[in-house]
């Protein structure tokens, strides 16, 4: 038994020296002593002090003068085929219940399932087409505006949903152009409030990402 207990421990001898120094060996009462949480004592069981694997906040590999958050060009994808799938789905259901209710008298067969669907894909592209060009208009002038002033707050924001509002409605004259201002800035204003109800509230705890 001897032996084979000074055979073991040459053999885990000779395998600590082998990978990196040999360990420390630690008899049962000082491993006793060990507190299992905390993470603050060097652990018996690994040669790196566990302090160094405690984060206490984020850490991400930025590009060099990066920002932690993305801006509106980055966001400007994200929004522009969000707002494309939304209209299409929008749409979709829209000309599938007017394809129902101008098909209700016809009794279900091949014409009537081909105009239900003829109503769903023009009624879907049509609706995706019209939030995707507002969209469009909506980050573009966002990332212009941001340019020209230099910095990224919520005036930007209701600048923006203003002037893509004025523009969408342009093409019905000067009133309609007014009236399609004044919806975009309803929007852009009720969203930027949105952004800053915590703050506005009070609340301690706030986003640290916003989507502009």
């Known amino acids: 038994m001897d032996n084979n207990s000074q055979g073991s ?93 101008e098909t209700r008298d016809m009794a279900w067969s091949k014409p009537r399932n081909v105009q239900i669907l003829n109503m769903v894909t023009r009624q879907g592209a049509s609706w995706a087409n019209s939030l995707g060009s507002v969209a469009l208009l909506y980050s573009a002038f966002g990332v212009a505006i941001e340019k020209a002033r230099g910095a990224e707050d919520d005036i930007n924001t209701v600048a923006a949903g ?8 342009s093409s019905g004259g000067l009133r309609s152009a007014a009236r399609g201002g004044l919806v975009g800035l309803a929007v852009s204003g009720a969203y930027a409030l949105y952004n800053n109800w915590e703050h506005l509230t009070g609340s301690s705890s706030s986003s640290s990402t916003r989507l502009y």
């Open 162 to 169: 203003t002037l893509t509002g004025m523009l969408f409605k």
């Open 9 to 101: 421990g040459g053999f885990k001898g000779g395998l600590g020296g082998l990978f990196g120094g040999g360990a420390p060996e630690y008899s049962n009462t000082e491993l006793a002593g060990v507190p299992l949480t905390g993470m603050s004592p060097l652990s018996p069981y690994l040669n790196v002090d566990p302090r160094y694997l405690v984060q206490d906040t984020d850490e991400f590999i930025l590009p060099t003068g990066a920002n932690k958050i993305r801006g509106r060009f980055e966001l400007a994808f994200f929004t522009i085929g969000g707002s494309c799938m939304t209209g299409a789905t929008l749409g979709a259901l829209n000309g599938l219940r007017m394809g129902l209710k």
